[in-house]
């Protein structure tokens, strides 16, 4: 089970775009990389390639960051806390925060 899910809500801990938040677009776990919509946008300049329709000029995407550069913001608190896991009466592995020990899920 991963601590950070597509959908969940985090906050950049380390780096330029240090404290912003943004919801999880793409997880890379072979990586440990994560993709946040809006943030860390890069640039890349391509060209038109043969009778394909591709989209030629200057395209704007999210880049990738690290997992270990951000943070999973609580719903129920707001506040970034890290994640433990528990086991309910029925079996389910569940995430909960650390902070006010709600299930994330």
């Known amino acids: 089970m991963r ?3 597509k959908g969940d809500t985090v906050e950049v801990i380390r780096g330029d775009y240090q404290g912003m938040r943004g919801s999880v677009h793409r997880v890379l776990p072979d990586k440990n990389q994560v993709i946040i919509s809006g943030i860390n946008i890069v640039k890349r300049h391509t ?3 043969g009778r394909v329709r591709t989209q030629a000029g200057i395209i704007e995407r999210e880049a990738p960051l690290q997992l270990s550069n951000v943070a999973l913001i609580c ?3 707001s506040q970034r ?3 433990a896991y ?3 009466a029925t079996g ?3 995430r909960v925060c650390k902070k006010c020990n709600e299930n994330i899920d």
Do not use: E, F, G, L
């Open 3 to 5: 601590r950070i899910k």
């Open 47 to 49: 060209k038109p390639t």
């Open 75 to 77: 719903p129920h608190c």
């Open 81 to 83: 806390s890290r994640v």
């Open 86 to 88: 528990q086991i309910q």
């Open 92 to 94: 389910n592995k569940v």
